[in-house]
């Protein structure tokens, strides 16, 4: 079967290898979509944090199974079934409390294991989460998806609070769309037009601003001085992570769900002085995958105008150097190996 695997950064290549085996416990599966995300991007050029090369990336997946043991979610040969990619060991401190996102021996696929960027997977079948009311391309958002519904939900978002979220690429994106589910008033950063544009009609967020147009006067005056009950920076880039706390108000809460390699320096006056509540947010559990099915199931996410580029498997290495420029307008890429 063939497989793309990152060799270093900046090096893709095609290869084949024998199918997997199937096993104990685990389920083999036919992969039909993969999800470009930013956690790929960064693999390839080199600025992804717990990561280590060569490795076959994709965790944003759509599969089909073609074989699996008896199991409790009932799922059978020839169902549809997304991928949970994060391997917990549900013994640490953080699995006992039920965060098996942050788990401290946590393996993601396609970060600390190789994912799916291969025609057949062999995965534990607890990882898997029944999809047949789906398409492929839904399956294959649904993991980033639920990134953002988790950011939501850790963060206790309530209606007529405004949210402020810094980045409109796909995980920005997911945490606009359920916060304006939650009945929040949606300021969106970004320094691309197009994107802003996309969200402002396509998700319905209240207010856009261009981050080079002095946004935190842009953000007071849409707010009366009064600034945001919560900030998320969806973008993991060091400048935006360390100066998103200006769009706060005070005792307001700042997410943290995009992910930089470095080190962050925060001035403490400006984050005491506001009583800060700084935290992150990390992957997701299968409550929030649960809650994306649903939104995705009742049409209420515009998946066609999301997914803006796509490409067969075989030409994938081809393309994926334009989807790192801004100019090439991608919100989501994804691969069909249809």
Known sequence: MK?????????????EKPEPAKKPGEALLKVRNIGICGTDLHAYTGQQAFFSYPRILGHELATEIIAIDPNSKGLKVGDRAIIMPYV??????ACRQGKTNCCSNIRVLGVHADGGMQEIISVPADLLIPADSLSWDEMAIAEPLAIGAHAIRRSDLKKGETAVVVGCGPIGVGIMMFAKNEGANIIALDMNDKRLRYVKERIGVDHTVNVSDDPLQSINEITNSDLAHVVYDATGNKRALETGVQFMGH????VLVGLS???LIFKHPEIHAKETTLMCSRNATEEDFEYVIKVLKRGRFPVDSFITHRVPFTEMIDHFDSWLKPETGVIKAVIDIN
């Open 3 to 15: 497989y793309i695997i990152c060799q270093e950064p900046g090096k893709f290549f095609l290869r």
């Open 88 to 93: 917990s060991c549900g013994e640490c401190f």
């Open 261 to 263: 390699k470095g080190e």
């Open 251 to 254: 005792g307001g809460r700042y």
